[in-house]
T-cell receptor, first 118, second 108 residues
């Protein structure tokens, strides 16, 4: 079974530039998550999709971050414009998203995209 | 949901020794999960323990859960150099919250 795919693996940009990350979840997984992991910290959930609908984006800085999952499969996360403090690893994860799963589902993580903003 | 907090922040042991990491949380949970992250990689799910379970084993891993103390522990027995990684506990339903993790170093 193929895992969660992410690209690019690394990105270096200057502040105020725009950047986009792509994620392809495990086939059949309805739920998709984007996390931001700053060096030395645990992952912080940015946004959660159930199919193509947003379930939770309470921690997404909406003035500069946006995400979409138009067809309920692939997803893109965009930062526009980037700030120095956005330097982090951006992790995508997916899970089956069974209704009534009661949170007993495992999340499968991709390798992440390491972003450096100069 | 609220996040778990791991303790200690860093742990260094010799190969063959056991490693114990702790996690504390603040509110009621349905389950608690432990994940491992090797340097520069994504997280890998290790084990899930439900709120009505007290102990769970998986290979060299042993997880305990004490809901009265709102705490969990992860024990890795007979550690190996390959166990060197960061370990995170996570609570919550789908909107999991992670702590800062315990950085484990196993010296050969």
């Amino acid at each position: 079974e193929a895992g969660v795919a992410q690209s690019p693996r690394y990105k270096i940009i200057e502040k105020r530039q725009s950047v986009a990350f792509w994620c392809n979840p495990i086939s059949g997984h309805a739920t998709l998550y984007w996390y931001q992991q700053i060096l030395g910290q645990g992952p912080k959930l940015l946004i959660q999709f159930q199919n193509n609908g947003v379930v939770d984006d309470s921690q997404l800085p909406k003035d500069r971050f946006s995400a979409e999952r138009l067809k309920g499969v692939d997803s893109t996360l965009k930062i526009q414009p980037a700030k120095l403090e956005d330097s982090a690893v951006y992790l995508c994860a997916s899970s089956l998203g069974l209704a009534g799963g009661q949170g007993l589902e495992t999340q499968y993580f991709g390798p992440g995209t390491r972003l450096l903003v100069l | 949901s609220q996040q778990g907090e791991e303790d200690p922040q860093a742990l260094s042991i010799q190969e063959g020794e056991n490693a114990t990491m702790n996690c504390s949380y603040k509110t009621s949970i349905n389950n608690l999960q432990w994940y491992r992250q090797n340097s520069g990689r994504g997280l890998v799910h290790l084990i899930l323990i439900r709120s009505n379970e007290r102990e769970k084993h998986s290979g060299r891993l042993r997880v305990t859960l004490d809901t009265s103390k709102k705490s969990s522990s992860l024990l890795i027995t007979a550690s190996r150099a390959a166990d060197t990684a960061s370990y995170f506990c996570a609570t919550g339903v789908h909107d999991m919250r992670f702590g800062a993790g315990t950085r484990l170093t196993v010296k050969p």
